[in-house]
């Protein structure tokens, strides 16, 4: 069955220090795979997905095959980072469904 | 539309009630989701809908919930006989297609509660 994992609650790090959000997945087929943010009294948005190989506000995932991971980087925390972090698994096609990990919440401390 | 739209924001009522919550997706979107978030427990899907009609309802928890979507457009997420484990956030979500590999656009969410 697909999953995917999120195995921290709550990642606490200081300004400038690099941050990595873990995300693990587990699916047998090739996976699509995203990162969702919910910044405070603000909706859920895409952060960023893995094929299009983009960063976005300084954050990057690498899929890795071999590990089943798909973990958020980036190299200089910003206070404006605090934030709740999904990683999500696109199903295969036919039937349609997403799978949420249950989340992470980063806190940039001053 | 600027975006998903969802209503009510917030719904208090007793145990036993009937609750109707209801989803306006970005126009043009022809795949909407349905989401609970509980606290501590992440996003559970619940329904897909792609068009009007719900390939996959594996989601939802009991008979008690159901969803409709009518013209491929607004959908409405209805609980009967309110229980207070059905207290969460209620997601909707868009998407310019369905299925695999699509981002999708969420609303602001509905907050149940239960008394």
């Known amino acids: 069955a697909q999953r995917v994992t999120q195995p921290e609650k709550l990642l606490s790090v200081f300004k400038g220090a690099p941050v990595e959000l873990k995300c693990n997945y587990s699916y047998s087929g090739s996976p699509e795979l995203f990162w969702y943010v919910q910044y405070s009294r603000q909706r859920l948005q895409l952060l960023l997905r893995?094929?299009s190989r983009e960063s976005i506000k300084g954050f990057t995932a690498d899929l890795n095959k071999g590990e089943t991971s798909f973990h958020l980087k980036k190299p200089f925390a910003q206070e404006e980072d605090s934030a709740m972090y999904y990683c999500?698994?696109?199903?295969?096609?036919?039937?349609?469904?997403?799978?949420f990990g249950t989340g992470t919440r980063l806190k940039v401390l001053a | 539309g600027a975006g998903v739209s969802q209503s009510p924001s917030n719904k208090v009522t007793e145990k036993g009630k009937d609750v109707e919550l209801r989803c306006d997706p970005i126009?043009?979107?022809?795949?909407l989701y349905w989401y609970r978030q509980s606290l501590g427990q992440g996003l559970e899907f619940l329904i897909y809908f792609q068009g009007n009609s719900a390939p996959d309802k594996s989601g939802l928890p009991s008979d008690r919930f159901s969803a409709e979507r009518t013209g491929g457009s607004v959908s409405t997420l209805t609980i009967q006989r309110t229980q207070q484990e059905d207290s969460a956030v209620y997601l909707c979500?868009?998407?310019?297609?369905?299925?695999?590999?699509?981002?999708?656009?969420f609303g602001d969410g509905t907050r149940l509660s239960i008394l």
């Open positions: 999500a698994l696109s199903s295969p096609p036919g039937t349609y469904k997403y799978i």
């Open positions: 893995h094929i």
């Open positions: 979500a868009s998407s310019s297609q369905g299925g695999y590999g699509q981002p999708q656009h």
């Open positions: 126009s043009g979107h022809t795949a």
